[in-house]
């Protein structure tokens, strides 16, 4: 594991294990997004819009930016049943927390901390996933009222497919361009981390996604659904975690797969 990565992702998700909520219409408990602003300020990144149930970043003014945008979505809000949110190094490699979504947040936000991805990758922290997606409509709504066309959306989430396997991070719900899948496939294959394919059709699985890594079980829907029915080409980029997501217990996590979860996160984006 690489240690430093590893501190400093860590670091982030203490902060933002914290409460969020929203009422459908806007966000009623901020604390978790006033603390990705702390992370965030004296970065590259600058907040190019906040509406009800998104925050949007962006290293550049949206109007600078020349062509189609990558979209990472990466929702904010807490499940209604979580009323305490932590987070805990418990020893033998292992987190145990909060973490549905607050582990996927902190791991963009580290990626965003290097300061290094394309100009044109846009990110967007979303409420209201738990229940309509709709932090995921009123961004890509935002972004078309830009004339900004969207190219691909990455969403960000925890999953419960791939703990078994030992998987680092999961590729899931596939509704995306070939051309799309097949750099992203093998930008996986490259890195050379542990990592399963879960497709949104068990009847219909790319052949250029290697057998070996495919769990044959359809990906639970998540905002893939809702940029799916906006006809932008989309999938999930998950973190593997063990427990009940939805409840005050909290799920396991590999700290070593944080890691590298972030490591791969930049190299798809990038």
């Known amino acids: ?27 009623t408990d901020t604390l978790r997004l006033d603390e990705i602003n702390q992370v965030l300020s004296g ?52 987190l145990k927390g909060t973490f549905d979504n607050a582990a ?20 967007s922290f979303t409420g209201d996933e738990e229940r309509g997606s ?6 890509v709504e935002y972004l078309r009222s830009k004339q900004l066309k969207i190219d691909l959306a990455v969403i960000l989430d925890v999953t419960d497919m791939g703990w078994e396997e030992g998987a680092d991070f999961t590729v899931e719900n596939n509704f995306w361009r070939d051309d799309q899948g097949k750099r992203i496939i093998e930008k996986a294959k490259k890195l050379g981390e542990r990592w399963r394919f879960v497709p949104e059709d068990t ?14 079980e359809e990906a639970w829907m998540d905002e893939t659904s809702e940029f799916y029915n906006l006809h ?30 972030c490591s791969a996160l930049k190299a798809i984006l990038s």
Do not use: W
């Open 1 to 27: 594991m690489n240690e430093q990565k590893f501190g400093n992702v860590y670091s982030i998700l203490k902060r933002v294990t914290c409460m969020c909520r929203d009422d459908g219409k806007r966000f």
């Open 203 to 216: 009847e219909d699985i790319p052949s250029y996604v290697p057998p070996e890594m495919v769990i044959h």
């Open 104 to 123: 996927t947040n902190a791991a963009i936000l580290s990626v965003m901390l290097d300061g290094d991805l394309p100009d044109n990758v846009v990110v």
């Open 43 to 94: 970065s590259v990144y600058r907040l190019a819009e906040q509406q009800g149930l998104f925050r949007l970043f962006a290293k550049r003014p949206l109007e600078e930016i020349k062509g189609p945008v990558v979209l990472v979505s990466s929702h904010v809000d807490c499940e209604a049943n979580i009323t305490k949110c932590f987070c805990e190094d418990i020893g033998g490699g292992l």
């Open 232 to 261: 932008i080409p989309c999938f999930s980029f998950c973190l593997p975690v063990n427990g009940n997501m939805h409840s005050n217990a909290g799920v396991l996590a590999r700290k070593d797969s944080l890691a590298k979860y």
């Open 134 to 139: 709709k932090g995921a409509e009123e961004t």
